[in-house]
């Protein structure tokens, strides 16, 4: 592929392209600035990463319109490196192709299982009663979906996803390996001493164009339904309890954790490890810094960080202060003395 | 059956119950305030959800013996609504049947295993050389159990779960997918810079009626036996280190993660992502707050919060003060200005 | 064997021990104080333990030069009682032997892969095309290797680890169960409200001699390679971000989680549930206390601790005045009232 074609695919997406040097280099593909070769295209998006400007190899770089360059090297000029990779990437790598076996027939499908067209069922998969999964699917050995579970059209499921009965995934689904979905959540009344099991009887749902991570694990509700909405985007080992429900177009950073019957809004950003409480409400666009602690409800558009969170630039202030807590105390310390030496001093 | 039928089994748990408006109704299951129809009974434990009651379509709700309710809304009265919740989910859904498929042939079994009356060994199981496992035991495909374990009766491993050598796991244990026990713990001895690494040569040892969450981690001890007592209940993505042993009848919130070598008592509640220091005693019925921290022993019954952790009472009170910390500075300043022209004006 | 026996694997390590008691009694093997019987030897390595002493079984106790002991008890003392135990357990006990299946009939193997001599792959597992294994590596049933992974020798792939396409591992490389190797990072550009997959077109690499505990999750690169460095440990449950590059030598406890595009150096220890942030730079031979937050760069051998991280000594100092914040602010009001009854009596 010549550089100069790559001005078409990001003009599909309304991104300008300048290219400065060699328009008629042939890439193949693309990579860091580190690795790259001279057939490969790379990008500098962060400027933290200067520097290997001068020393990469790359054919050419996606850099922004004001960047400075090394002479001789062929960039393509952008209004954002970042996304005009994006396109790239997915214009010259494309996605993931899932290997397409059709139904294997080794992986064990009870009778009453509907399956659809072009779905790839691969060996090792156990698929249970009454279970009805959507065309094109794909279906990773080692995954175990239970009775009355129901799965959309293009989803694909890792190795070792386990699903348990009842739940219902839409279309275009993805759950990375090792992910449990629908456990039971920690449901249990106090009897003396004991814990006497409530059984879990709701379902989880999970919307359209959801990506879940790998090792994550989401509750069954107790009744009813958890709810994990469209478009929502989680990393890895992220737990969410039983009952809570998530909105659309949230994105969730790994080992995030949130209790049961909480309700999220819509477009609401956690950073990693983030932990939110029971039965609390997060409103619609609200952002949460890595390792926030959620007590409290959270008001829409809020950015919130500290556990307990507070609005991020009272915590960041906060934080300040607590370094400095040593410093602080000695100048109270100060202060008595010279109080006390005033008072002294007077009849 | 009708609501009337309800009161014998609350009777039975000695929950007292009186029907406001017709006892005569059928009911044929439970469901939330939101979800249930004509033909299903609800509950209200929360007074936050009460406006629910004035849209709810359900056919009943159970409620505290003070609650106001709309005109119309037939109700059954109760001391504890949740608790006479539980009663009445498990005497109307009962618990989970697990799949009754015998010993699948597809399983992989060691002719030295020893397998209990009626247990449940479905396809893509692999149980190793010695093996005991009891009566009625469910064992999902996927699951790995490793030479020398032992399975109580009526004990259910979802799909997925490992098990690695020589642990020994009560009666009615259940163990959600993907949770691995017995694994290696993180012992290394520093060599310089390398780390040379210990045999595990320990076990995990679980109690009766223990229940483990999904995507869980435990540790086998270096020596000895790492201990979940009976009783215990854990939720989804928690990490016991080794030689840690933990008492009967505690309950662990998800992500929680305690350190090897850890002495917890009985009846212990960890809240959600509490992380514990290894060589620690923490007493018997203490509860520790979501995101806690612990650096030192623990007094039975005692309430903890914070990292580090503090008694609750003084962690809140810490919380509020670090919220405040630069309102406090100023505070500080503005004496400091204070002293400044006090003393100026004194010769 | 008996104990005089043991002082040669010892002095092979150039560990001096002499014993005192009985130096032909018969050991059989490790346990500890608790458990030991009179055929087993044990270990004081901290002074916390030291009481039972009193009351062990063992034939023999490890313990340090100078430890008291109770009369009658045979001892070996030597200078540092936990690296002799080391020594001593794998002498006595060795590593834990693989299961020698060879490549087991039931094993869905792609003709186009490559395993080396003596390697045991057992049934249940997956190997797609153009993957090569090394020689004595072993790979238990449920995982699944996902096409163009290249494993080294003597490698362990515990019970269901995934690995997604194309990563690499080195020699004696150790995964534990459900683990999850090369899965996508968090890639999204956002296009308006919604979240536009980027491809992941990078791997995992993993060095020589690395061990990953259970449940642990590794992000493949958007481009190039997310590294982790030869010999480095892990232990269960830990993210790690696409395009991080952790070095050699490392040791990360477990629920550590590292975004993104961060640089970790040569023997750096992260201790339990540890997070840092995205793009940042950890200096070698850094030590983060656990629950450290990171949300800047670490300069080598420091040693960090709270969230946000400070130096331990700071941390530590400003910890304790987190927990006097109400005295403190006892004081300032004290003092203000102070100034103000100077004030006011000034004319």
């Given amino acids: 592929m010549r550089l100069r074609e790559l001005i078409e695919p990001l003009a599909r997406f309304k991104f300008s392209c300048t290219i400065e040097g060699d328009a008629d280099r042939d890439v193949i593909g693309v990579a860091t600035l580190e690795d790259a070769g001279p057939n ?6 962060n400027a933290k990463y200067e520097k290997a400007l001068t020393t990469t190899k790359a054919g050419a770089v996606i850099v922004s319109q004001s960047q400075a360059v090394p002479p001789g090297l062929t960039v393509l000029r952008v209004p954002d490196p970042y996304a005009a990779l994006t396109v790239l990437m997915v214009h010259m790598h494309g996605y993931r192709k899932h290997p397409g ?24 998969v156990t698929i249970c009663e009454d279970v009805v999964i959507g065309k094109n699917a794909s279906i990773y050995p080692g995954c175990y979906i239970a009775s009355g579970c129901r799965i959309g059209d293009d989803a694909a499921l ?41 059984p879990q009887i709701g379902i989880v749902e999970i919307g359209d164009d959801v990506e879940i991570g790998a090792n994550c694990s989401i509750d069954r509700a107790t009744l009813g339904r958890t709810l994990i909405g469209a478009g929502t985007k989680f990393s890895n080992q992220i737990a969410i309890g039983h009952g809570t429900k998530i909105g659309r177009d949230c994105m969730f950073v790994a080992q ?5 019957s909480v309700t999220v809004g819509n477009h609401v950003t956690m950073a990693g490890k983030v932990g939110v409480a029971g039965h609390l409400t997060i409103g619609d666009n609200a952002q949460l810094a890595a390792m926030s602690g959620v007590m409290n409800d959270i008001e829409a558009d809020a950015a919130m960080a500290g556990a307990p969170a507070l609005p991020i630039k009272d915590a960041m202030r906060s934080f300040a202060f607590v370094a400095r807590l040593p410093e602080m105390n000695k100048r109270i310390k100060e202060l008595e003395n010279q109080i006390e030496a005033l008072t002294k001093k007077r009849p």
């Fill in 40 to 45: 490969e295209l790379s990008f500098l998006s």
């Fill in 101 to 124: 076996t059709g139904r294997d027939s080794r992986a064990v499908i009870h009778p009453s299982a509907k399956i659809g067209d072009n779905a790839n069922i691969q060996h090792g």
């Fill in 158 to 198: 890792f190795a070792n996803v386990v699903l348990y009965e009842g739940c219902v995934l839409g279309h275009r689904v993805t759950i990375h390996a090792n992910s449990t979905i629908g456990e039971d959540g920690l449901g249990y009344a106090p009897v003396g001493e004991k814990w006497h099991k409530i």
């Fill in 256 to 260: 995030v954790g949130i209790a049961g």
